[in-house]
RNA sequence: GCCCCCAUCGGCUAGCGGCCUAGGCCUCCGCCCUUUCAAGGCGGCAACACGGGUUCGAAUCCCGUUGGGGGUACCA
């Protein structure tokens, strides 16, 4: 039978990694196996769901290069579907309505609490009669529709990541199908969804495990086969909590604005809960497609690392080619509105010297930027200048031997230093230091030959004589 | 309270009874690359939660304890 599996995000908030790693596990999992992906938006929560977090969801997937063969569907839109299933549910005399009131309810669920039985519906509404029934109805009591649950037996599940997992059915009580105003609740909107779109896997986080029986008596009340579930252990925050708002940078789009690359995200979340191996790390898209697989997903939670996640997007900036780079780089500072994404030709003039070394292309502005303009020099920086003995004679050195240079390439700079280090006698770290500062500003910076090499002859001896004059002031 | 899940270095993980004096990656710390450094190379610190079993033999199997997580909604 093909394979069909579904991400069903509930567009009630911003789409965070977790939710971004079980799309991309039900990805893998369809690109894998050849299999069909359906994206659905449970929205039946009306009050909490809005569009923006549709499009937000939309926008990560798209960035993700996630895509789907199904769908988008929403639930919103099928909410008859939900409301003619509950009424023959009714009708077979497999659900039932509701009249208790939340009142009711809530003292119902504090004395079982207290009595330390398990809260659960009395399934009072289930035993009245007509009369009762019409009387509340006269009356116009609001009603809800639940479901009958046989407290009969257990329900078992072959979970391909948990193995075997049961459930009382006493425990379970009857659930709520249909809320008052006639929305479906998720319990029951989700299997029907389910069972309509023939999903074969149930591919979603730990946190829904517990939900698993109550799905499970929608399936048999509908007489529909049951899909294999596959329960994905949570990603957790820092503190090893549930992640949250709270725990800052764990939005995808974060990430994307950052200069993230999106096969570095998908690399990363496909390592928190799963491996290929004990050795393989650093992995292409193509490559997890190829090695994925649900039985080497594992049991126990992950906390989201972005300190990991950054040392793999400097290993996949390195992987791309040189023009790669390029494309990615200018797309970037265009996307993020930097001044520097108007000069494309200086982008790509510079790009390949700083490509072995930047994590993030956030920092490429910081890093770069010199020299696109004027430099703006770090206190620090200058200070180690100042401080340095041996930095007049330096640049002065320095200084002469460029001036000198009939021909301005980064080899030819390279000979003309490396000749200053030997007529001064100066080791090449400190000789280049003061220099480095004078052309950048900085302390880290790309290479400096090739730095003095895009920033020219006239430029380049310019800012060595202005930091030429700054010691000359303070020092 | 009740139900379910989980438990290997600071983090992500390998390990499915002997190959483990526990391997890899990130972080951190050193050293090297007669150039800073966030790049590269080399090296180092660092873990089987605890207690009982089972077994010739347990990180691996079973039970319990402790700890963490999730659920227990007319949220999803």
Redesign the pocket.
């Given at each position: 039978m093909p394979i069909k599996v579904r991400f069903?995000?509930?567009p009630?908030g911003l789409l965070h990694v977790g939710s971004a790693r079980t799309a991309l596990y039900n990805w893998l999992f369809a690109r894998h196996t050849g299999g069909t992906l359906v994206l659905r938006f449970?929205?039946?929560?009306?009050?909490?769901?809005t569009d923006e977090a549709i499009e937000q969801a939309l926008r990560v997937l798209e960035w993700l290069g996630i895509d789907w063969d199904e769908g988008p569907t929403r639930?919103s839109e099928r909410m008859d579907v939900y409301r003619e299933t509950a009424e023959r549910l009714i009708s077979e005399g497999k659900a039932y309505r509701?009249?208790?009131?939340?009142a009711e309810?809530d003292e119902e669920?504090t004395r079982?609490?207290?009595?330390?039985?398990?809260?659960?519906?009395s399934g009072r509404c289930r035993r009245l009669t007509a009369v009762e029934r019409d009387a509340f109805e006269a009356e116009g009591r609001?009603?809800?529709v639940r479901l009958h649950v046989d407290p009969a037996g257990e329900t078992v599940i072959e979970?391909v990541?948990?193995?075997?997992?049961?459930?009382?059915n006493a425990?379970l009580?009857d659930?709520?199908i249909?809320?008052?105003?006639g929305?479906?609740?998720?319990?029951f909107?989700?299997p029907v969804d389910d069972i309509a779109d023939g999903i074969t896997h149930v591919v979603r986080?730990?946190?829904?495990?517990?939900?698993t029986?109550?799905q499970l008596a929608a399936y048999r009340a509908l007489g529909a086969p049951e899909p294999v579930f596959a329960?994905l252990?949570?990603?957790?925050g820092?503190?090893?909590?549930?992640l949250s708002k709270r725990h800052g940078a764990v939005s995808v789009e974060e990430f994307r604005d950052r200069g993230y690359l999106p096969s570095a995200m998908r690399n990363?979340l496909a390592?928190?809960?799963?491996?290929?191996?004990?050795?393989?790390?650093?992995m292409t898209t193509p490559e997890l497609i190829e090695r994925f697989s649900l039985?080497?997903?594992?049991?126990?939670?992950?906390?989201?690392?972005p300190?990991?996640?950054?040392?793999?997007n400097?290993?996949h900036l390195?992987m791309l080619t040189p023009e790669e780079y390029v494309r990615e780089l200018q797309s970037y500072l265009e996307r993020v509105g930097s001044p520097l994404a108007q000069h494309p030709e200086r982008v790509a003039e510079v790009a390949p010297i700083v490509q072995?070394?930047?994590?993030?292309l956030a920092?490429f502005e910081?890093?770069a930027g010199f020299l696109f303009g004027p430099v703006t020099y770090e206190d620090e920086a200058v200070r180690?200048v100042v401080d340095d003995p041996d930095a007049p004679r330096a640049v002065e050195s320095a200084k002469a031997s460029l001036e000198a240079l009939p021909e301005w390439t980064a080899a030819a700079i390279?000979e003309a230093l490396?000749a200053a280090?030997?007529e001064t006698g100066l080791?090449?770290?400190?000789?280049?230091?003061p220099l480095?500062v004078a052309i950048?500003g900085?302390?880290?910076?790309?290479?400096?030959?090739?730095s003095l090499e895009l920033l020219g002859r006239d430029e380049s001896l310019a800012r060595i004589d202005a930091l030429g004059r700054k010691f000359t002031l303070e020092g």
């Open positions: 069903p995000p509930s009630t449970e929205d039946t929560d009306r009050a909490r769901s639930q509701c009249y208790c009131t939340p309810l669920r079982r609490q207290k009595a330390g039985e398990p809260v659960i519906y609001p009603s809800a979970d990541v948990r193995g075997t997992v049961r459930w009382e425990l009580g659930h709520i249909l809320r008052s105003d929305t479906p609740t998720y319990q909107a989700n986080g730990e946190d829904l495990l517990s939900s029986p109550r329960h252990p949570m990603i957790l820092p503190d090893k909590k549930k990363y390592l928190i809960g799963w491996s290929f191996d004990d050795k393989t790390t650093v039985e080497r997903v594992n049991t126990s939670p992950g906390v989201f690392d300190a990991k996640l950054e040392w793999l400097g290993e390195r072995e070394k930047l994590r993030e920092q910081s890093f180690r390279e490396r280090c030997h080791k090449p770290r400190v000789l280049f230091f480095r950048s900085r302390t880290v910076a790309p290479g400096l030959f090739e």
